[in-house]
């Protein structure tokens, strides 16, 4: 009888994810958050995301945006020069570069968020995501959408947010505190002036979480509005 071939050699050890950050040892359980650019087939978990936010703010009411509505107005300009949406994604893999997100203008961030006890997500199969990750459990958590505005008085643009969410099982994660940064951080490289929002007067944990965060609440400002019929009947206006 023939003897048996020796077994083969081992194989090497897999690399681990460039895109992990150094010196962010996972422990306990790990989340792992990256915020990118938006992109059209985000579309929909964009617009899942609208509805909760109207839900949370008690207006849903006024809320009648569709995927097709979305996806006629958003992503019609390059990033940061009309309409922008940062997009936030977690996992409990790494995440693995994802072609169709590699985009210059924004290279993807990640962080790993350790915590104490793992996030039960009874909407993750709802917000499931295409990004790729190692075991491609990856799901969006939250969004911001901004656009540029302008100030005379600093005479330097800067950008608006109009709307900042987080899901509620990922909140008080510091989360929404890596969205709000990324944006002020953009404002910076750009070298624009200031970076504004609103928030509801009722809303305590936000106005919190703002003024940490460093912003200034303006008592003295009201939001004035022109919509629906108000708008309309401007139509026919004598200017």
């Given at each position: 009888m023939a003897a048996a071939a020796p077994p083969p050699p081992p194989s090497p050890a897999p690399e681990a994810p460039n895109d992990v950050p150094q010196g962010s040892t996972p422990r306990g359980h790990p989340l792992f958050a990256r915020i990118r650019l938006a992109h059209p087939t985000d579309v929909p978990h964009i617009h899942k995301l609208i509805h909760q936010m109207a839900v949370f703010e008690r207006l849903s009411d006024q809320c009648i945006a569709t995927e097709a509505s979305l996806s006629s107005t958003l992503f019609t300009s390059p990033p940061f020069q009309s309409f922008t949406i940062f997009v936030l994604e977690v996992s409990h893999a790494p995440f693995v570069e994802h072609l169709q997100y590699n985009n210059a203008a924004y290279p993807p961030v990640t962080k790993v968020v350790n915590l104490d006890l793992p996030i039960n997500d009874p909407d993750r199969d709802l917000?499931?995501?295409?990004?790729?990750?190692?075991?491609?459990?990856?799901?969006?958590?939250?969004?911001?959408?901004?656009?540029?505005?302008?100030?005379?008085?600093?005479?330097?643009?800067?950008?608006?947010?109009?709307?900042?969410?987080?899901?509620?099982?990922?909140?008080?994660?510091?989360?929404?505190k890596m969205l709000l940064s990324a944006v002020a951080k953009q404002a910076v490289k750009m070298g624009y002036g200031r970076v504004e929002w609103v928030v509801l007067d009722w809303n305590v944990n936000a106005i919190r979480f703002y003024e940490e965060m460093g912003a200034k609440i303006l008592q003295e400002w009201r939001i004035c509005r022109l919509t629906g019929d108000a708008l309309n009947a401007y139509v026919n206006a004598q200017l």
């Open positions: 917000f499931r995501s295409n990004g790729g990750v190692l075991g491609g459990d990856a799901c969006v958590a939250g969004f911001v959408l901004f656009f540029p505005n302008y100030s005379t008085f600093l005479a330097k643009p800067g950008f608006y947010i109009e709307d900042l969410f987080v899901r509620e099982c990922y909140r008080r994660k510091g989360l929404g």
